[in-house]
C-alpha cells in the first residue's frame, strides 16, 4: 500500500512540475516581460482578422512588431551562441523574422530575398548591442573597443558571403528554370556548377559507356520540340501538294520555315524566357530523287562551345504521280496522271556543335 502511495505521490509530483514549468513560462512574472509582447501580438493578429483596410494593416503591422520584440527579449535573455561563434541563436531567429517582416508578403511569406538577407540582418542584430550601453531606462550610443569592431566586421562580412551564395544559388536557379536548355551544355570546366548525375546517351548500357571523364553533350529537349512543331507544320503544307507549287515553296523555304518556327517556338516555349535564343533557318540541297529540305534549329544562347551548336532535322522531298480521273468522264476512257510531293522526315534530330551550313 505505502509503494502504492509513493507511486501516486510522485505522477502528482512529476505533473506539477509540468504545470508549474508552463505557468511560468506562459504567465508573465511582471506587466513588462517578453510573455507581454507575444500575447499584444496574438492579440493583434486576431483582431487584425476582423478588421478591414488600412485598420487591418495598421494592427498587423504592430503585430509583427510585438512579435519581433518579444522574440528578440526571451533569446537574449540566456543567449545560446551558434557553435564556433559569438552569434547568439536568437539574434538568427529574429533576423529570420525581420526578413519576413520586412521583404515578405501576403501571397508568399518566405520569399528568395527574405532567405537572402536573413544572415545579414541577423549578424546586424548580433552587432547592435555592442554600441548600445546603459540600462533598461536610459541607454546611449557608444563605440565598441578595436577588439569588439574587428569581431563584428569579420561577423558581418561572413554573413554577407553568405547572403551572396545564397543570392547566387537562386540566380542560378532562375537561370536553369527560364533557360532550360543551359542544363544540356558541358560544365567540366566550371567552379560553380557541379552535375552529380553523369548524362548518358540513349541506349547506353555500363559496357558500352564511354571511359573518359569527358561529359556527353545532351540534346536540348526544347531545341528538339521545336524541330518536331515544325516538322509537322511542313509535312501538312507540302504532303501531296502539286509538285509545281512545292518548288516555288522551296525556293523561299527560310522565310516560310521562319514563319512556322515563329508560331512553333510561341506555343511550345512561350513559358520560357529562352524563346529568345532559339532561331529557325532552313537549307535546301538538290539530291537526285528531289529536294532535301534540313530543320535547323540553332541556339544563339550561352554555350561551352565558342561556336555554339545548332539542332537539324532533315526531310527527302520527292515527287509521285498519282492518277485522278477527269470529270464526267469514266477512268477506263481517259486518264489524267498529277505529280504531287511526298515527304519523308527524320525520326531524331541531330546535335552538331559550331555554325550552321551557310545559305546557298
Keep these: 500500500m505505502q509503494t502504492l502511495f509513493k507511486d501516486v505521490l510522485g505522477f502528482l509530483k512529476f505533473f506539477v512540475g509540468i504545470y508549474e514549468g508552463v505557468r511560468k513560462l506562459l504567465i ?18 486576431t483582431l487584425s482578422f476582423l478588421a478591414v483596410g ?48 520586412a521583404f515578405g508578403n501576403q501571397e508568399d511569406v518566405i520569399t528568395p530575398r527574405t532567405i537572402i538577407l536573413w544572415p545579414t540582418i541577423s549578424a546586424i542584430i548580433t552587432a547592435i548591442p555592442d554600441f548600445i550601453e546603459g ?25 554577407m558571403l553568405i547572403s551572396c551564395w545564397i543570392q547566387f544559388y537562386f540566380l542560378m536557379d532562375n537561370w536553369l528554370t527560364q533557360y532550360p536548355s543551359l542544363l544540356t551544355d558541358n560544365f567540366n570546366r566550371s567552379t560553380f556548377v557541379v552535375r552529380i548525375v553523369e548524362p548518358v546517351e540513349p541506349g547506353t548500357t555500363d559496357e558500352t559507356k564511354p571511359e573518359t571523364k569527358e561529359e556527353i553533350q545532351k540534346i536540348p529537349e526544347n531545341g528538339v520540340a521545336i524541330l518536331d512543331g515544325i516538322q509537322i507544320q511542313v509535312e501538312q503544307t507540302l504532303n501531296n501538294t502539286p509538285w509545281s507549287q512545292v518548288e ?10 521562319q514563319k512556322l518556327g515563329n508560331q512553333v517556338i510561341k506555343q511550345k516555349l ?48 520527292e515527287p509521285i504521280a498519282v492518277s485522278a480521273r477527269t470529270s464526267r468522264i ?10 504531287v510531293a511526298e515527304i519523308e522526315c527524320d525520326r531524331l534530330s541531330k546535335f552538331i556543335a559550331g555554325d550552321p551550313p551557310a545559305q546557298r
Aim: proline share 7%.
Design 270 to 317: 512561350g513559358q520560357y524566357e529562352e524563346r529568345e535564343l532559339w532561331r529557325v533557318e532552313a537549307r535546301v540541297a538538290n539530291i537526285k530523287s528531289g529536294y532535301r529540305l534540313d530543320l535547323l534549329s540553332i541556339w544563339t544562347g550561352p554555350s561551352s562551345n565558342p561556336k555554339g551548336y545548332y539542332l537539324q532535322k532533315s526531310c527527302r522531298i
Design 135 to 159: 540600462t533598461d531606462i536610459k541607454t546611449t550610443a557608444k563605440l565598441p573597443k578595436p577588439e569588439v569592431r574587428e569581431r563584428i566586421i569579420v561577423l558581418v562580412a561572413s554573413c
Design 28 to 45: 508573465p512574472p511582471k506587466a513588462y516581460s517578453w510573455q507581454t509582447f507575444i500575447y499584444l501580438s496574438v492579440f493583434s493578429w
Design 54 to 101: 488600412y485598420v487591418k494593416s495598421l494592427i498587423a503591422f504592430l503585430g509583427w512588431l510585438f512579435l519581433i520584440a518579444g522574440t528578440a527579449w526571451y533569446t537574449t535573455d540566456d543567449p545560446l551562441r551558434v557553435p564556433g561563434t559569438f552569434m547568439p541563436v536568437g539574434a538568427v531567429i529574429t533576423g529570420f523574422l525581420v526578413s519576413v517582416f
Design 330 to 339: 469514266p477512268l477506263s476512257e481517259v486518264e489524267e496522271r498529277n505529280t
Design 248 to 257: 516555288k515553296w522551296l525556293i523561299d523555304a527560310t522565310p516560310e520555315v
